[in-house]
């Protein structure tokens, strides 16, 4: 069964930097684009970043491009989300998922739990 | 940046046919998935690539897409179909690539 692990969330400093990791198993993991999605307490979804399938392109939302940086490392079946410069507003749970295809838009398939991230002083 | 917009609830009787819209200026050039979530839980996909569903989800699930709207349309609804539910459109035009819709809560 397929399966994806959040962690690296909790509370940081507006400003401060955060690192996420989404370990996957049950499935090939480098043979898929993976997501980050996030969700506001009380909100909708929320599209974050994107990367295909042997890094062959990345992608963010207008929000995060230019603080975050998503990467994998397919040999220990591991996604990243790395966050820079972090604002009260990138407060919410986030959800790594798996995309159904390599190239990222095929829908989202697979989702972990979630890891939260809370932003304050 | 292409936001598609949901209403932000429906309402239908166990039995009936519940509608949920996606709108978005030539919604229908676009792939549009779906997905629902209760209450505490990740979201789940029921409808990938405007109508196809994948295994597992019933056939009380189908989608379709049109012109300015896709439409998740939900047969002989149940109790257990409440919850909210989120369009996905991927706009290859588009530096962001993909987003949601703002979701639309089900009430049975």
């Known amino acids: 069964e397929a399966q994806l692990v959040e962690s690296g969330g909790g509370l940081v400093q507006p400003g401060r930097s955060l690192k996420l990791s989404c370990s996957a198993s049950g499935f090939t993991f480098g043979s898929y684009a993976m997501h980050w999605v996030r969700q506001a307490p009380g909100k909708g979804l929320e599209w974050v970043s994107g990367i295909k399938w042997k890094d062959y392109g990345t992608g963010y939302a207008d929000a995060v491009r230019g603080r975050f940086t998503i990467s994998r490392d397919d040999a220990k079946n591991t996604l990243y989300l790395e966050m820079n410069n972090v604002r009260p507003e990138d407060t919410a749970l986030y959800y790594c998922t798996k995309d159904r295809g390599r190239g990222g838009y095929y829908g989202m398939d697979v989702w972990g739990q979630g890891t939260t991230v809370t932003v304050s002083s | 940046s292409y936001v598609p917009t949901q209403p932000p609830s429906v309402s239908v009787a166990p039995g009936q046919t519940a509608r949920i819209t996606c709108g978005g200026t030539?919604?229908?050039?676009?792939?549009v998935h779906w997905y629902q979530q209760k209450p505490g839980q990740a979201p789940v996909l029921v409808v990938f690539?405007?109508?196809d569903r994948p295994s597992g989800i019933p056939e009380r699930f189908s989608g379709s897409s049109s012109g300015n709207a896709a439409t998740l349309t939900i047969s002989r609804v149940e109790a257990g179909d409440e919850a909210d539910y989120y369009c996905?459109?991927?706009?290859?035009?588009?530096?962001?690539?993909?987003?949601f819709g703002g979701g639309t809560q089900l009430t049975v």
């Open positions: 996905q459109v991927w706009d290859g035009n588009s530096n962001s690539h993909t987003v």
């Open positions: 030539n919604i229908g050039s676009h792939n």
């Open positions: 690539d405007n109508g």
